[in-house]
């Protein structure tokens, strides 16, 4: 078990550019999520996946952002076209397929987002 | 949709004191409860969690937690601070029949006196 990992794990860059980050989660977990936190808060849900399937995206933050998971493994965040307000650092994690009560997520270390 | 509130943004204590961080949470189903730590420039750390069963959780690093449903409370707490227990804690629910839709609270910063 390597954990989820996130790359990179710093981003700095200018208004007004794209910009990607990649998560790997735990390789037998079906189950990715992406989290946005601002400092002082807790996680806020952008997306979910059960492997390739995305199963909740209403609640991406604008349609600047989008997420891909290809393959069922690895996925991307791409956000568009930068703004000062998306400075954060963003969370991946990973779950377990396995039924039943409440899985946990495994949270990787996070990409620190800041925009100049 | 549920959630949770955590009470104190900023808990001190001192070494080998009591630690209790409160959290209060709202679901109209019975909730999963779970409590995450995380330190500085890192990602979330399971501590503990509870979904049925036993009220009364215990965690890694001497932690627990008891699920009282009348007071729809989970609150966190540890005998004896140690200081490599200051981080951030938060709360977060989710609900069987919603288990992806994970809430979390907006955390409470623990520091430990020497």
């Known amino acids: 078990d390597t954990g989820v990992s996130q790359d990179p794990r710093h981003k700095i860059t200018k208004r007004g550019q794209n910009v990607t980050f990649r998560c790997d989660p735990i390789?037998?977990?079906?189950?990715l999520y992406w989290y946005r936190q601002t400092l002082g808060q807790g996680p806020e849900f952008l997306t979910y996946f059960q492997n390739e399937a995305q199963l909740e995206k209403s609640r991406l933050l604008s349609d600047r952002f989008s997420a891909e998971r290809p393959k069922g493994s690895f996925s991307t965040l791409e956000i568009q076209r930068t703004e000062q307000g998306d400075s954060a650092m963003y969370l991946c994690?990973?779950?377990?397929?396995?039924?039943?009560?409440?899985?946990?997520?495994?949270f990787g270390d996070g990409t620190r987002l800041s925009i100049l | 949709a549920q959630s949770v509130t955590q009470l104190g943004s900023h808990v001190s204590v001192s070494e080998g004191a009591l630690v209790l961080l409160r959290c209060n949470y709202s679901?109209?189903?019975?909730?999963?409860l779970f409590w995450y730590v995380q330190y500085p420039n890192q990602g979330l750390q399971l501590l503990l969690k509870?979904?049925?069963?036993?009220?009364l959780v215990k965690g890694i690093n001497g932690f627990e937690a008891e699920f009282k449903k009348s007071e729809t409370s989970f609150h966190l707490t540890k005998p004896s601070a140690h200081m490599s227990d200051a981080a951030e804690y938060f709360c977060a629910v989710t609900t069987r029949g919603n288990n992806n839709d994970m809430r979390f609270g907006a955390g409470t910063r623990l520091t430990v006196k020497p």
């Open positions: 679901s109209s189903v019975p909730p999963y």
């Open positions: 390789s037998e977990h079906n189950r």
């Open positions: 994690a990973s779950s377990s397929p396995l039924q039943g009560a409440g899985q946990p997520q495994h």
């Open positions: 509870y979904t049925t069963g036993a009220t």
